[in-house]
């Protein structure tokens, strides 16, 4: 009944002792760009693996357009519509840029969908012309940006509705940064949900259409996006410019 | 386990040590225990390799053929000189020369082999393993061939020979000598070192450890401890033939590793008491012996990962996480204060030239040029930022200067003098050290051992000290402990000394390794990408944490994309591109040249994006 594309109720997961996730919940509705924000630690990986169930969370439901999916293995999730980038890119650095893309639309291919899959090729080349100059070279050749554009064309080729991507900026030059989130405006344009993780909040806030804040394990801070950008706690903490300078002089 | 509970475990198996000869009045069973205690030892020596140091050995058989037959073959000829034989001194000093020969023939195998890793080194051990097999076979004057050495005369004591009871008292207390050795060789700084090497070669070089030369140690002591296994298994059956160290041997002892627990120090014990045992007790079941063998083992692979040993349970201090239990916790803030472990190289700071200057570096790889004609100077006391464009050549620079790669073309001089960087450990040791941009740490250690880790280069106890665990060596701990805790609560990470690296948090690993490379005293701090993963309040902590090294004369070269902790910390500013310097200056001069603007930073305002959402 719920309008939902994601919903998540109460995930808890532990690591061993260590209780990462403690009762988050959170919705990505249709269509939807949505932004996690917290400090080191607060679970933030912890949370995006385990609804692209990497991670086993021992509380909560989870559910992706109506179903339950809480259990469901990794690769069916994919096959779902449900694609994640991870942190730190993850390519298979021997493989080329081209190998790379396939992999992403590995189900597909073997579906027999390769018309689909090429016309989505297209897509990822439209949106980043850049890997098209790569595609025959290795993967692990590739500056950081490229990785990271090869990373998204990757999950796209997944044919994914909801796209979930871990510190997308992670290592990027300001430049480059600026314009691959530029690209998840031009996805949500294309109908396709965004659920990002970023550490660098003023990028995270800027594209959003809502927030949430985690801290030890749950969501503190909720709301859209300019109530979030607005809260003085988030503006304390992950707004704030580097003042500092001079301390030492 | 409780203080009380070890005592009473010690004082149970010391008792039970003592009691058996008197239980067992035949020698069958007294014979067996000697070799558990044989085996025993020369696991301990392969579980330091394997197990603390993570590097393979499948020829330690090998090893103790060498002790074994030196050891037989030295008593005997000494036994020409009556009066040495009358006190016993020719078992003795032949045992002695056992060991020794195998340190050596140790020596000569791992200095060339520990340059290889992972299956090309365990199949060279098990290359040599067989060709002293070989040469046992073949150098009938010397070896006897596959008959091979009869009589060699038992240990005697004045005018007493060992019976088989003595002998077991004696195997007994070498045993215990050799464990109480590994204990003492891991909880050193030695034992850090090796066990960090496990995880990763390349951090441990970044503070100047020669990680072959480490390697090289370890795989001595390793083969002493099967030397001497090898003397007195040669001692207690009176005669040896090759066929006592075949290759299955060797996996035999790695099997004891395996089983017992790797990287513990009572695996050697679980895993050689089990796998000498269990066979005997099975004697009755000749032909399905290998069977049951085989299937003991997958069993204990597939649910016991960590041995035997994992199922004690373990120290809270090793395992639970420290206080507060690390996640989600932000770093404490730092104090103002400037450690005393960094103002050791303040003398740097008076010099006013740079601490190091290069001179029209280059560099390609492939047709590719990463680096092309770059000059660079680093002052003392001053923050040197270097940023450019992904691919733009930053980390390969960094590279260079740290001494993980050569120029092609260029120089590069430290205090003002020409110097040649030939690896990671001769750059730490010339007063350079560096973190990494994809993390590097070693595991499952402590924030605290990592940063003790990178003590090496203040003054340390010797390998003597480390083994009989003197007052010098335990004060020597103290020392570093002091300074790593003073590192990281410099880098707010104080709190979380006890717990295990690979439980913390992405932002706080990467000051944990800044607190590592300052353990190293270094005068020139190498930071690439530090405050990736970082959110902002933790930038703003790491750019006090800079500004404070500045201040205590450090000089640092920061590689980074976070525009705001550059601007807020650099002195100057070199932007790269295409392996060029293509601006340099202070913050104020970079930003507003309109070529970094194009190439670096793009239009658009610091902190907007230029479309928005919705």
Redesign the interface.
């Known amino acids: 009944m719920s309008s939902a594309l994601l919903q998540v109720d109460g995930l808890g997961v532990s690591?061993g002792?260590?209780r990462?996730l403690d009762g988050a919940s959170l919705t990505v509705g249709h269509g939807e760009?949505v932004t996690i924000?917290?400090?080191?630690?607060?679970?933030k990986?912890t949370l995006l693996r385990s609804i692209a169930g990497l991670v086993r969370h021992q509380a909560g439901h989870i559910q992706f357009d109506g179903a339950d999916i809480g259990d469901m293995p990794a690769h069916e999730k994919v096959a779902c519509g449900l694609c994640m980038v991870p942190?730190?890119r993850q390519l298979f650095p021997d493989h080329s840029v081209l190998e790379n893309l396939e992999l992403g639309a590995f189900h597909r291919l073997r579906a027999g969908e390769k018309t689909a899959v090429d016309r989505d090729m297209m897509d990822v080349f439209e949106l980043f012309p850049r890997v098209r100059e790569r595609l025959s070279q290795k993967a692990g050749l590739?500056?950081?940006?490229?990785q990271q554009m090869v990373a998204i064309g990757r999950a796209l080729l997944g044919r994914p509705r909801l796209l979930m991507l871990d510190?997308p900026s992670?290592?990027?030059?300001?430049?480059?940064?600026?314009?691959i989130?530029?690209s998840?405006?031009t996805l949500?344009n294309r109908g396709i949900a965004v659920l990002l993780v970023e550490?660098?909040?003023?990028?995270g806030l800027?594209?959003?259409?809502r927030a949430y804040v985690l801290?030890?394990?749950k969501f503190l801070i909720q709301g859209t996006r300019d109530a979030v950008r607005s809260d003085a706690r988030v503006v304390?903490?992950?707004?704030?410019?580097?003042?500092?300078?001079?301390?030492?002089? | 386990m409780t203080m009380l509970g070890t005592r009473l475990v010690m004082l149970t198996g010391g008792l039970g040590f003592l009691a058996v000869p008197l239980l067992f009045t035949g020698s069958f069973f007294k014979f067996l225990l000697i070799l558990v205690f044989v085996y025993t030892i020369v696991s301990i020596g392969l579980n330091l390799l394997i197990g603390y140091a993570g590097q393979f050995s499948l020829g330690h058989a090998g090893l103790m053929a060498i002790g074994a037959y030196v050891s037989a073959i030295v008593s005997q000829s000494l036994a020409t000189i009556p009066t040495l034989v009358l006190v016993g001194g020719n078992v003795w000093i032949g045992m002695v020369s056992g060991i020794i020969a195998a340190g050596i023939a140790g020596a000569a195998l791992a200095f060339p082999v520990l340059r290889l890793k992972g299956p090309y080194l365990a199949m060279v051990t098990v290359a040599f393993g067989w060709v002293v097999w070989k040469i046992l076979l073949t150098w009938t004057s010397v070896t006897g061939g596959d008959l091979g050495i009869t009589a060699i005369p038992r240990p005697r004591v004045a005018g007493h020979i060992f019976n088989v009871t003595d002998y077991y008292y004696l195997s007994g207390v070498i045993a215990v000598v050799a464990l109480l050795l590994q204990r003492n060789l891991v909880v050193s700084d030695f034992g850090r070192k090796i066990r960090a090497m496990k995880f990763n070669e390349a951090a441990l070089a970044s503070v100047g450890v020669d990680v072959h030369r480490e390697k090289v140690v370890v795989f001595v002591i390793s083969a002493m401890f099967a030397g001497c296994g090898g003397a007195l298994f040669a001692h207690l059956q009176n005669f040896i033939n090759p066929d006592n160290f075949q290759f299955v041997n060797s996996v035999f002892f790695l099997l004891t590793i395996l089983f017992g627990g790797p990287g513990t120090l009572s695996g050697p014990v679980f895993g050689a008491t089990l796998l000498t045992l269990v066979p005997e007790l099975l004697h009755g079941a000749e032909q399905y012996r290998l069977l049951i063998f085989s299937v003991l083992i997958l069993v204990t692979l597939f649910y016991l990962p960590h041995g035997i040993a994992g199922l004690l349970p373990t120290r809270r201090s090793q395992r639970?996480?420290g206080p507060g239990?690390?996640?989600?916790?932000?770093p404490r803030e730092p104090t103002?204060a400037v450690p005393a472990a960094l103002s050791i190289q303040q003398s740097a700071s008076d010099v006013q030239s740079p601490i190091v200057r290069i001179r029209g570096v280059s560099k390609s790889f492939g047709g590719i040029v990463a680096l092309n004609e770059v000059d660079l100077a680093i002052a003392p006391a001053t923050v040197h930022a270097l940023?450019?464009?992904?691919?733009a050549g930053k980390t390969t620079l960094v590279n260079i200067v740290s001494g993980l790669y050569r120029p092609d073309r260029g120089t590069i001089e430290i205090l003002g003098i020409e110097t040649r960087l030939s690896s990671l450990h001769d750059a730490a040791r010339q007063g350079i050290a560096r973190t990494f941009?994809?993390i590097k740490l070693f595991g499952s250690m402590t924030a605290r051992e990592h940063v003790m880790v990178g003590c090496e280069m203040q003054s340390g106890a010797g390998m003597l000290d480390a083994l009989l665990r003197t007052r010098r060596s335990r004060d020597e701990e103290q020392r570093r402990r002091a300074i790593a805790d003073e590192l990281l609560t410099l880098v707010g990470l104080r709190e979380f000394a006890e717990a295990p690296a690979d439980?913390?948090?992405?932002?706080?690993r990467r000051l944990l390794e800044v607190a590592r490379a300052l353990a190293a005293r270094p005068r020139l701090l190498l930071l690439d990408?530090p405050a990736?993963?970082?959110?902002?309040?933790?930038?703003?902590m790491l750019?006090?944490v800079i500004?404070?090294l500045?201040?205590s004369g450090l000089a640092v070269l920061l590689v980074e994309?976070?525009?705001?902790?550059v601007?807020?910390?650099s002195d100057t500013i070199t932007v790269l591109e295409y392996g060029r310097v293509i601006s340099r200056g202070d913050a104020e001069t970079v930003r507003n040249d309109p070529v970094v603007v194009e190439?670096?930073?793009?239009t658009?305002g610091e902190?907007?994006?230029?479309?928005?959402?919705?």
């Open positions: 690591y002792p260590v990462v760009v924000l917290g400090s080191n630690g607060a679970g990986t942190e730190g590739l500056s950081g940006g490229e510190e992670l290592g990027l030059a300001p430049a480059l940064v600026r314009s989130f530029q998840f405006v949500k550490q660098m909040a003023w990028l800027g594209i959003c259409d801290e030890g394990g304390e903490a992950y707004l704030g410019q580097v003042k500092s300078r001079g301390l030492a002089r | 639970a996480p239990s690390g996640r989600g916790t932000r103002d940023i450019g464009p992904n691919g941009q994809t439980s913390l948090a992405y932002g706080h990408e990736a993963g970082l959110v902002a309040s933790e930038i703003e750019a006090r500004d404070r500045r201040a994309h976070h525009m705001d902790l601007i807020a910390v190439a670096y930073l793009g658009g902190h907007e994006l230029s479309a928005v959402a919705s």
